[in-house]
């Protein structure tokens, strides 16, 4: 099993401390910068947007995975591009146009990703696989930090994996929503490559041990 990408999630961080929250990441192992947008519509909660990016672009070195909970993304890729995202997420169930948008955020130079609600099956993509470099696994309904992950997660993950192999996919399966270092070793046993985290990295005691927990749970236990 190859060891997961970790992308600790921003929702969870202290922003009466961020500048040392994103120094926290810079030094740790992990592979991206998680940030959640929320409109209010799309999902019942409001985040943060461009100012804050433009926060994280100037003092974070890890690359900018931006999951977008807003309708109508398409509206907002050339700013989230411009803003510095190395990745861009939007939801299967926010998008009429689904293949144009992903065309759109490939020719801005960026990763497309697709983000999928809990209840949405992964056989939606089936015609769309050749324009999805990541599928972003909700394991909670989004809008919320800190919600407990939905079991049958595993599950989906299991069914992903095959639907990606069968079809020659290179997509990344990215796990997003209460994931832990419970649940990180079945996740990526199942096929999922990048694990999401916002409480259980920076609620955590040591932060920078928890990325590295996660990090290192598809290798076996040491007795
Ligand atoms: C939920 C967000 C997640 C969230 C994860 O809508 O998309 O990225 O920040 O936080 P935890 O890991 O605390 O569930
Ligand atoms: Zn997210």
Same mark, same amino acid.
Request: hydrophobic share 45%; with cysteine; charged share 15%.
């Given at each position: 099993?190859?060891?997961?990408?970790?992308?600790?999630?921003?929702?969870?961080?202290?922003?009466?401390?961020?500048?040392?929250?994103?120094?926290?990441?810079?030094?740790?192992?992990?592979?991206?910068?998680?940030?959640?947008?929320?409109?209010?519509?799309?999902?019942?909660?409001?985040?943060?947007?461009?100012?804050?990016?433009?926060?994280?672009?100037? $003092?974070?070195?890890?690359?900018?995975?931006?999951?977008?909970?807003?309708?109508?993304?398409?509206? $907002?890729? @050339?700013?989230?591009?411009?803003?510095?995202? =190395?990745?861009?997420?939007?939801?299967? @169930?926010?998008?009429?146009?689904?293949?144009?948008?992903?065309?759109?955020?490939?020719?801005?130079?960026?990763?497309?990703?697709?983000?999928?609600?809990?209840?949405?099956?992964? =056989?939606?993509?089936?015609?769309?696989?050749?324009?999805?470099?990541?599928?972003?696994?909700?394991?909670?309904?989004?809008?919320?930090?800190?919600?407990?992950?939905?079991?049958?997660?595993?599950?989906?993950?299991?069914?992903?994996?095959?639907?990606?192999?069968?079809?020659?996919?290179?997509?990344?399966? @990215?796990?997003?929503?209460?994931?832990?270092?419970?649940?990180?070793?079945?996740?990526?046993?199942?096929?999922?490559?990048?694990?999401?985290?916002?409480?259980?990295?920076?609620?955590?005691?040591?932060?920078?041990?928890?990325?590295?927990?996660?990090?290192? =749970?598809?290798?076996?236990?040491?007795?």
């Amino acid at each position: 099993m190859n060891q997961p990408l970790i992308a600790p999630s921003l929702l969870a961080a202290d922003f009466a401390n961020l500048q040392k929250e994103l120094e926290l990441i810079n030094q740790s192992e992990a592979d991206y910068l998680h940030f959640d947008v929320m409109d209010g519509v799309f999902v019942p909660n409001i985040s943060f947007g461009f100012p804050l990016l433009e926060v994280a672009r100037n $003092y974070c070195r890890k690359p900018l995975d931006v999951h977008l909970m807003i309708t109508q993304p398409e509206r $907002y890729l @050339e700013a989230f591009a411009e803003g510095g995202a =190395s990745v861009i997420h939007v939801h299967y @169930e926010a998008c009429t146009h689904l293949h144009r948008t992903l065309t759109r955020i490939r020719e801005l130079g960026c990763r497309a990703g697709v983000a999928l609600n809990p209840h949405t099956p992964v =056989s939606s993509l089936e015609d769309v696989l050749e324009q999805i470099d990541t599928v972003l696994v909700m394991s909670v309904n989004p809008g919320f930090g800190g919600q407990s992950f939905i079991p049958h997660t595993i599950q989906k993950v299991t069914k992903l994996k095959h639907l990606l192999t069968v079809n020659r996919s290179p997509a990344l399966i @990215e796990i997003d929503g209460g994931v832990s270092q419970q649940n990180a070793e079945a996740l990526v046993r199942a096929g999922a490559n990048v694990l999401v985290a916002g409480n259980s990295i920076f609620k955590a005691e040591d932060p920078l041990q928890a990325i590295q927990q996660l990090k290192n =749970s598809s290798l076996p236990l040491v007795a």
